[in-house]
């Protein structure tokens, strides 16, 4: 007897490994549990025991993905040909409607991305694409997050990546920023003769006012300058002040020096 209770749970274990198996939802997954061919729910992540004969699990990547959108010819609104590349990232956050209600999410989200980057591209003139990047990027999301949304997806960034223009354009950009660049060029050098001509009028106009400083700095200069001996004349007229320690007296005349006192004798 107990050999038989011990064949029929050998006999219940092989059944149950054929009809149960376990599956495995890692943390970046979802699980899309079907049964009979109809979807039922979503797994979170976690190990689960299915029903092999009519349940059936897909996993689903629901990490954030990056994806380069590759150079396509648009025309921008002021009749340019140029390609632009996009680098666009993306997550899955309805696994359920990405997976059923579209045949591959991935291309259909590829071409969502370059049906919005035509009607936003082709709406702005090339100057205004390349000066305002940043703010045709933000456009560009906002013309995008509806249709991929419809998706099962979520749009988190949109930027444009390389631009890339006809070889006369290049050169007729390449042309247009020499000459800003010459012009600006020009204008920091008349900006700096004219302040150095203002400072030169303030001098002037100082100097006509204190003719002395002129001399001052050139005594300044001179000062400054080693190796050199000045001379210089003394207006007739002008006093000498005495060296320290000694007097000086007024020279003598010519009829004091020879007279001669009268208590004196020869």
């Known amino acids: 007897m107990s050999s038989l209770w011990l064949l029929a749970a050998v006999a219940a274990a092989l059944i149950a490994l054929l009809l149960l198996a376990r599956v495995t939802v890692f943390e970046y997954q979802r699980g899309l549990v079907y049964k009979k061919g109809r979807f039922a729910k979503i797994l979170a992540p976690g190990q689960y025991l299915i029903y092999r004969p009519w349940t059936t699990v897909r996993l689903v990547d629901a990490r954030r993905r990056f994806v380069t959108v590759s150079g396509q010819e648009l025309v921008a609104a002021d009749g340019v040909t ?82 890339m223009l006809p070889g006369e354009t290049r050169r007729a950009f390449a042309q247009v920023v020499k000459a800003r660049k010459e012009g600006q060029a020009a204008l920091e050098l008349a900006r700096g003769e004219t302040a150095a001509l203002r400072n030169l009028a303030n001098i002037a106009s100082v100097l006509e006012s204190h003719p002395a400083l002129l001399q001052l700095r050139a005594l300044q200069q001179l000062a400054a300058s080693p190796n050199n001996t000045l001379v210089m004349g003394m207006p007739e007229g002008t006093s000498v002040l005495p060296a320290r320690g000694k007097t000086t007296r007024p020279p003598e005349s010519p009829e004091q020096v020879g007279e001669v006192p009268d208590d004196i004798s020869p």
């Open 82 to 163: 140029l390609k632009v590349s996009l680098a666009v990232s993306f997550e899955v956050v309805d696994p359920a409607k990405a997976v059923n209600q579209v045949d591959n999410y991935e291309s259909a989200f590829y071409l969502a991305m370059q049906i919005a980057a035509r009607s936003v591209i082709g709406s702005v003139s090339v100057d205004d694409l390349i000066e305002k990047r940043l703010d045709i990027a933000a456009r560009l999301t906002e013309a995008a997050e509806t249709p991929v949304g419809e998706l099962g997806l979520k749009l988190i960034s949109a930027e444009i990546k390389d631009i």
